[in-house]
């Protein structure tokens, strides 16, 4: 199994609600990542969980909550989000640094539509 | 900070050509590049990948040299085919201290290959 799955695949939010994404990988990475990535851009690091500790938060907005409640899951809690925050969201996983093959697998994406 | 530049941003080649994509990348202690294909509305996947200790490595009609001492790596693709349309988007892996992997993209490169 070499998927990362991502739940929902499309999201429209108004800008008072709470939702929450979700992935889920069962290949034993013990690395997730989210990754924020508007049109025609590149994926924008936003935060790194290794071995279900928060090891990397890019400068991102509280409103933008992670939590990773095991090793093959990784949730990512919205709140009060802003419609610039329209975006496709990215879920990946990958070994830690250090063990072979640290590829990265991602996630079909969440697009977040905030209205 | 660490950087990856990727060009050209936009590639047109007619069906059986050969295409090229050159990154450049700022940080000496990168030591992983691999390069993903995204196609419109889909998840970037990864189509081949290169460490720091090989300058060369083929995959069918794909392949990527790295020059360490310059800080180039680059993707070679021929006989292009219409189905390699896409974005194409190179990486770095930045090392920071604990060892954790934040994967650094280039700005993409949007290949188009005409019949």
């Known amino acids: 199994d070499t998927e990362v799955t991502q739940t929902p695949k499309h999201l429209v939010m108004g800008m008072t609600n709470k939702k929450s994404l979700k992935c889920e990988q069962h290949m034993g990475h013990r690395a997730m990542y989210w990754y924020k990535q508007k049109a025609k851009k590149p994926p924008e690091l936003m935060f790194v969980?290794?071995?279900?500790?928060?090891?990397i938060n890019e400068s991102v907005p509280s409103r933008f909550s992670p939590e990773c409640p095991n090793s093959s899951l990784l949730n990512l809690h919205l709140h009060a989000l802003q419609p610039e925050d329209s975006a496709l969201y990215l879920c990946a996983s990958s070994r830690p640094q250090g063990v072979a093959g640290t590829e990265a697998f991602f996630g079909q994406g969440t697009r977040l539509t905030v209205v | 900070g660490e950087n990856v530049e990727q060009h050209p941003s936009t590639l047109s080649v007619q069906e059986g050509d050969s295409a090229v994509i050159k990154c450049t990348y700022s940080d000496s202690a990168s030591n992983y590049f691999p390069w993903y294909k995204q196609e419109l509305g889909k998840r970037p996947q990864l189509i081949i990948d290169?460490?720091?200790?090989?300058g060369e490595k083929k995959d069918q009609r794909i392949a990527v040299t790295l020059n360490k001492t310059a800080k180039h790596f680059s993707l070679h693709i021929t006989e292009t085919q219409p189905e390699d349309s896409a974005v194409y988007f190179c990486?770095?892996?930045?090392?920071?201290?604990?060892?954790?992997?934040?994967?650094?993209f280039g700005a993409g490169t949007r290949l188009a290959v005409h019949p």
């Open positions: 990486a770095a892996r930045g090392i920071l201290s604990g060892g954790y992997n934040k994967l650094i």
């Open positions: 290169i460490r720091s200790n090989v």
């Open positions: 969980y290794s071995y279900e500790k928060l090891s």
